[in-house]
């Protein structure tokens, strides 16, 4: 069975300052992993995905994540934050084609000007 | 411009009372999905459907029902046997087979049981 881990339901970063946010993710076969963001109110986007291509991925709003497969980690970063990315974070993990999608909890970013 | 259509935004019921939350999507997408989310605890699976006129139970199907009678609509009914019905519902769609799994969302319905 695949599953997610998303580490701190809330995280506070100052204005400008790196955005770390932790992803760690069991699958059972190479799994497809996806990052997306949720403003209030409104419906998920994806933000980046890793298909294998990769372990870089380079993702909307400047946001990349990188996938260890070693760690079993895809953690989302960007090098400064803005306060428009202030929103919820999901992380979430699919074992490809029709196979179910897997989410996290979800980590809230907060950005402090 | 291709996307996923939710109605209404926003919906009050009584207790007792059955409500339909619609979906609609112009992607050409064979699967769709209702998720529903609380605060803290991500986004839950209610039903699904991979084709038209078949549909699966997911993590917390009781209380929901679903029809898929049209490839592009799939609208969720919450019913008055589901205890705890006020959340936030997001309807999703993809594509079956062939694909990265990656899902395509609506901008949701919030319900509000008064």
């Known amino acids: 069975a695949q599953s997610v881990t998303q580490l701190g339901s809330h995280v506070s970063v100052s204005e400008g300052a790196l955005v770390l946010l932790r992803c760690n993710y069991s699958?059972?076969?190479?799994?497809?992993l996806f990052w997306y963001v949720q403003y209030p109110n409104q419906g998920l986007q994806l933000l980046l995905k890793y298909t294998s291509a990769a372990t870089l991925v380079k993702g909307i709003n400047g946001f990349e994540a990188e996938f260890k497969k070693s760690e079993t980690s895809f953690h989302l970063t960007k090098p400064s934050a803005h306060m428009s990315d202030a929103a919820e974070y999901f992380c979430a993990v699919s074992e490809g084609g029709y196979q179910k999608v897997t989410f996290g909890i979800g980590t809230k970013l907060q950005v402090i000007p | 411009d291709g996307g996923i259509t939710q109605s209404p935004k926003y919906l009050f019921r009584k207790e007792g009372q059955n409500v339909t939350l619609s979906c609609e999507q112009n992607?050409?997408?064979?699967?769709m999905y209702w998720y529903r989310q609380d605060p803290g605890q991500g986004l839950r699976l209610i039903y699904y459907s991979q084709i038209v006129n078949d549909f699966q139970k997911g993590d917390i199907a009781e209380g929901y029902s679903v029809s898929r009678e049209k490839k592009e609509s799939f609208p969720l009914t919450v019913t008055s046997a589901q205890k705890n019905p006020t959340a936030f519902y997001l309807c999703a769609s993809r594509f079956r087979q062939g694909n990265t799994g990656e899902l395509f969302f609506g901008e949701g319905s919030r319900l509000t049981v008064l």
């Open positions: 992607l050409n997408h064979d699967a």
């Open positions: 699958s059972s076969v190479p799994p497809y």
